[in-house]
């Protein structure tokens, strides 16, 4: 166990639709991470939060968008969704806002678009 | 943005023996290379890392070699177990500013042969 946990553990939803991932770093971390990893793409970087700032935006499409609270959880939120968004989402959590710092995965979201 | 290359996308090898996967990148900024286990449906985890000012990590069975000139770095195994069959990831990142975050390799499935 990482430390890091997610919510909820799988999704099932239509096209079109919106949905809303959370994510609770482990205790004392201030980074956030979002990642999506698909058959096709692999793990792909989506987005960073440290502190409750944008850090750093990887391939994160514009119909998604991500926070991050004062109490350090962070959601992200899916919307206008397409059957090629359907993949496991997961954040990860470091100490730092550094992107060389140890990043600790979280158990993953994995998101179906029917 | 950084690029990060794995080979071999699967890797069978007789329990007992070593198994060697290797990566290289493109970035010459990057100086972290952390490497990731995933059993399937579960969340990456972290095995080892290494920075650019060491060659060489070892941590009992596991090791990672990184040859900054040449921009590659290899996860070597030693003894491999059953609980060694998984897909490993590498990644890189660079420090400082930037988009990619951790950047990584499309993942090696290594099945280790009773």
């Known amino acids: 166990d990482s430390g890091v946990t997610q919510t909820p553990k799988h999704l099932i939803t239509a096209t079109g639709q919106r949905v809303t991932l959370r994510c609770s770093p482990r205790s004392g971390d201030l980074s956030v991470y979002w990642y999506q990893q698909s058959l096709d793409q692999g793990l792909q970087f989506l987005i960073q939060?440290?502190?409750?700032?944008?850090?750093a935006k990887g391939n994160i499409l514009e119909r998604f968008s991500a926070q991050q609270f004062p109490d350090l959880h962070s959601e992200l939120n899916l919307s206008s969704l397409e059957l090629g968004d359907s993949a496991l989402y997961f954040c990860?959590?470091?100490?730092?806002?550094?992107?060389?710092?140890?990043?600790?995965f979280g158990p993953g979201t994995r998101l179906t678009v029917l | 943005g950084e690029n990060v290359e794995q080979h071999p996308s699967t890797l069978s090898v007789q329990e007992g023996d070593s198994a060697v996967i290797k990566c290289t990148y493109s970035d010459s900024a990057s100086n972290y290379f952390p490497w990731y286990k995933q059993e399937l449906g579960k969340r990456p985890q972290l095995i080892i890392d290494?920075?650019?000012?060491?060659g060489e990590k070892k941590d009992q069975r596991i090791a990672v070699t990184l040859n900054k000139t040449a921009k590659h770095f290899s996860l070597h195994i030693t003894e491999t177990q059953p609980e060694d069959s998984a897909v490993y990831f590498c990644?890189?990142?660079?420090?400082?500013?930037?988009?990619?975050?951790?950047?990584f390799g499309k993942g090696t499935h290594l099945i280790i042969q009773p």
């Open positions: 990644a890189a990142s660079a420090s400082g500013g930037g988009a990619d975050g951790l950047t």
């Open positions: 990860a959590s470091s100490v730092g806002g550094l992107r060389t710092d140890t990043q600790y």
């Open positions: 290494i920075r650019s000012n060491v």
């Open positions: 939060y440290y502190n409750g700032e944008e850090r």
